[in-house]
């Protein structure tokens, strides 16, 4: 048995699959078909692509006309639906419309006029989500799937191959992880959990034998004005950054869930923590005051 690696750009970020192969004839099939959907789904819910499922969307928002959705989106749609409910509005698809005033390649801060004008168009319980069908009562809103899309890819590329007869390999998507088995030997996954203040240093370095890892922080983007950091998470309801929490890792059974729940955690800002702690699964945070916290510190193994 063969171990193939394959490297690739998707959904703005670099990604690399790793699969465990008998045969590199039908390895490179296999391979081929796992890429082929992240790439997929990257075409499809890509606000970036005219010929997109999210243009097509996006089209119908701005209009305040009305899509029916496959079965896919629509359970997408589903799954965003509980998390607004859930999280008190704080998990927000519509909320992407704040990139209109916030240029997090500039210096600059947006003025509170210019995000009071946008906070009316932000809001999932203003739009109307009957499955299968959307209608957008509100014209000019958004619809955003880019806050989730990534790690159900990861998901989907993992289904692909495991329906393929994989039964040992890792697809990485950016910073989330999917395993689909350990190594042949039944070894784990070694997994490092990026400390955003030390780039040559580890918060965690995890074992993982199956399971997910994703990461959500505001380390990438901000904007550092009058001696204060703005980062580019978003609070959808006051149209300001969060502050608390600067990272935040969690592992779960699958991405889609691990990658929610570090940007719910992200949201609830100071309360991110507490709200992690009672979800009980492993995880690790870094908060604004540089204290490290969550259950992953210092961990050397963790098991999804």
Not at 100 to 105: E, L
Not at 228 to 234: A, F, N, P
Request: net charge negative.
């Amino acid at each position: 048995m063969e171990l193939m690696q394959h490297g690739f750009r998707a959904m703005g970020s670099p990604c690399r699959v790793h699969l465990y192969l008998d045969e590199a004839a039908v390895g490179r099939n296999v391979m081929n078909a796992v890429v082929a959907e992240v790439l997929m789904l990257e075409k499809k819910y890509s606000r970036y692509r005219q010929d997109s499922l999210a243009a097509q969307i996006m089209a119908a928002a701005q209009t305040g006309a009305a899509i029916e959705l496959d079965a896919e989106a629509a359970g997408l749609l589903d799954y965003a639906d509980t998390l607004f409910r859930e999280t008190d509005g704080l998990f927000d698809i519509t909320s992407g419309v704040l990139r209109r005033v916030w240029d997090f390649s500039r210096g600059n801060l947006p003025s509170q006029a210019d995000i009071d004008a946008i906070l009316p168009g932000i809001g999932w319980h203003k739009v109307h989500w009957c499955n299968p069908v959307l209608s957008f009562p509100v014209a000019g809103m958004e619809v955003d799937f880019g806050g989730y899309v990534k790690e159900y890819a990861a998901d989907s590329a993992a289904a692909v191959a495991l329906s393929l007869g994989v039964k040992h390999g890792l697809i990485e998507l950016g910073g989330d992880i999917r395993v689909i088995g350990p190594h042949p030997d039944g070894s784990p996954w070694k997994v490092g959990v990026r400390d955003p203040n030390k780039p040559e240093a580890a918060l965690a370095r995890l074992d993982l034998g199956r399971g997910a890892v994703a990461s959500s922080g505001d380390y990438e983007r901000a904007i550092v004005y009058n001696g204060k950091r703005y980062g580019h998470i978003l609070n959808p309801h006051t149209g300001w950054p969060v502050s608390g929490l600067t990272a935040v890792t969690v592992v779960a059974e699958h991405c889609l869930l691990a990658g929610t729940a570090c940007t719910v955690a992200m949201l609830k800002g100071e309360h991110g923590a507490h709200w992690l702690q009672q979800l009980g699964m492993d995880w690790i945070a870094l908060n604004d005051q540089g204290q490290i916290l969550g259950n992953l510190h210092s961990a050397q193994a963790s098991e999804a």
